[in-house]
């Protein structure tokens, strides 16, 4: 009997299989039982017919509780009214294990006992849904840069600075020393850019944000390329075509997650290039328009980014931002050097900020300039001023967090349920 998946069921139609997994549901109706088994891959309905088996194959069946584990053989059968369109009519049935008492019973719950809960959460059809778009996210990304020629150089997790601000780092002891998890490795980058031209990093990456907000984690997931030569339309460019690929990709593949996830997917068809374009200024003139009250010079927080999204069809960049309210290695634009060659690339309905991006310093002077300003210690950045001074080249890069990616194209509130296990302002368990 050859073991399958349940994803394979279609190319065993007649013949007799077997396939391990678990029992997502049943219901019985006197001599007939109707296992919902699921394997990872689906779930397919086995059917266990009294007359037909032996005794304890039916009393198998009886003992089994949801998510017991089992292994059922039996012969495919094409059958429109069951779920996923095949069945198994069951000749042998062997338990693994009997799950006593599963906490996650079919029904509703609060989110703070689903959380609790999330090793076994992820057991569910929905965050089957929603991982599996990650996963389609991920492939997406690294599909289109590999294709693009950007060549995949990790950073480092451990780290001597800061990249994005000293008030969200996570300090920990490195022999003595005081050592940083990465916000960013965007850094490393810029020397991987000088080394390889086209690059990108993906990885973990860690911000101790003390909001507690359903856009914030303290650990999330960045894809960040960077490119030498690349100027800042050149950036804008790239971001909106990747973005554009990675949307088109999951719509693409992952019609039934979607489906799952009650996705109205007409929204997602829109996210073509090119993407409209505001600068900061022209944002201030809306968000005032709508009566926010927000001074040349903040930065905006997510109800003023959901704002300045709903005006929009697309995803929309906001450009030229003052250079006091972003980081210290941006471009100055040079017709009005307040403001920076930067952009964030906003979501639309209401996801906020998904991008994050910018043209990068290539002058020694004004970077050591800015590292001053900004107090940081620039004993830690002799290394990347070195960038400067050996064959220094315009340089253009950008990070996007796959987390609120993936929550919007799912359509999901909160990032706590786009990631397998998300470490939250006090929540570290599971
Ligand atoms: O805008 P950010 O802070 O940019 C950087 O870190 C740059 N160094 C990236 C680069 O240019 N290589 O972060 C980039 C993106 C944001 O747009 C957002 O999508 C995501 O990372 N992000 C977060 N996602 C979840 N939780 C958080 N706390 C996040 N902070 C940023
Ligand atoms: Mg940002």
């Given at each position: 009997?050859?073991n399958?998946?349940?994803?394979e069921?279609?190319a065993?139609?007649d ?15 006197g ?5 919902l ?10 059917v ?8 304890e194959v039916?009393?198998h069946?009886?003992?089994l509780t ?11 059968r ?21 799950a006593?008492?599963y ?5 509703e719950?609060g989110v ?11 057991r569910?059809?929905?965050?089957h849904?929603?991982l599996?778009v990650r996963?389609?996210v ?8 590999d ?10 997790i451990?780290?001597p600075?800061?990249?994005?601000g ?7 002891d490195?022999?003595g ?17 000088m080394a390889f ?5 993906f ?12 856009r914030?984690?303290?650990?999330f997931?960045m ?11 050149d ?5 909106e075509?990747?973005v554009?690929y ?6 693409a593949?992952c ?5 799952i996830?009650?996705r109205?997917t007409?929204?997602?068809a ?20 709508h009566?926010?009250e927000i ?5 905006f927080?997510?109800?003023?980014e959901?704002?300045l999204?709903e ?9 030229h931002?003052?250079?006091?309210c ?17 952009s ?11 991008i ?7 002058d020694l ?11 940081l ?10 960038l400067?001074?050996?064959?220094s ?6 990070g996007?967090?796959?987390e609120?990616v993936v929550?919007?194209?799912c ?6 349920e786009?990631?397998p296990?998300?470490?939250?302002l ?5």
């Amino acid at each position: 009997m050859p073991n399958i998946y349940v994803s394979e069921a279609s190319a065993y139609v007649d013949q007799e299989t077997t396939i391990r997994g678990w029992l997502y549901n049943k219901r019985s109706s006197g001599k007939i039982q109707f296992l919902l088994v699921r394997d990872g891959t689906g779930i397919i309905q086995a059917v266990i017919f009294k007359p037909e088996v032996p005794a304890e194959v039916f009393q198998h069946g009886e003992e089994l509780t949801q998510e017991s584990s089992l292994v059922v053989t039996g012969t495919v059968r094409k059958d429109d009214r069951a779920p996923g369109g095949y069945e198994l009519l069951v000749k042998d049935l062997q338990i693994v294990q009997i799950a006593q008492d599963y906490p996650i019973a079919p029904k509703e719950h609060g989110v703070g006992f689903l959380m609790e809960h999330r090793h076994l959460w992820l057991r569910s059809s929905r965050q089957h849904a929603v991982l599996r778009v990650r996963a389609q996210v991920i492939k997406a990304c690294r599909d289109y840069l590999d294709q693009q020629g950007f060549l995949l150089v990790d950073a480092p997790i451990l780290t001597p600075a800061a990249c994005e601000g000293t008030s969200t780092l996570f300090e920990t002891d490195y022999f003595g020393e005081k050592a940083y998890l990465s916000q960013s490795g965007q850094l490393y980058n810029e020397a991987a850019a000088m080394a390889f031209g086209k690059v990108y990093c993906f990885g973990p990456t860690f911000r101790a944000e003390k909001s507690k907000t359903r856009r914030h984690l303290m650990e999330f997931w960045m894809i960040e390329p960077e490119a030498a030569y690349y100027t800042f339309e050149d950036l804008i460019q790239l971001e909106e075509s990747f973005v554009s690929y990675i949307v088109q990709s999951v719509v693409a593949q992952c019609r039934e997650e979607l489906a799952i996830l009650e996705r109205d997917t007409s929204p997602l068809a829109n996210v073509q290039p090119p993407f409209p374009r505001i600068t900061y200024d022209q944002a201030l003139d809306i968000l005032h328009q709508h009566g926010k009250e927000i001074n040349w010079g903040d930065d905006f927080g997510g109800d003023e980014e959901t704002l300045l999204a709903e005006q929009f069809p697309k995803p929309v960049f906001v450009t030229h931002y003052p250079a006091r309210c972003k980081a210290f290695y941006m471009q100055p634009d040079p017709d009005r050097p307040q403001v920076v060659l930067a952009s964030d690339l906003l979501a639309p309905e209401g996801y906020g900020e998904i991008i994050g991006g910018s043209q990068r310093i290539h002058d020694l002077a004004l970077l050591e300039r800015r590292i001053a300003e900004n107090n940081l210690p620039r004993e830690a950045f002799e290394w990347y001023l070195d960038l400067r001074r050996y064959g220094s080249v315009p340089h253009s890069g950008f990070g996007m967090g796959i987390e609120r990616v993936v929550a919007w194209i799912c359509g999901i509130d909160h990032l706590r349920e786009v990631i397998p296990f998300p470490r939250m302002l006090y929540r570290i368990y599971p």
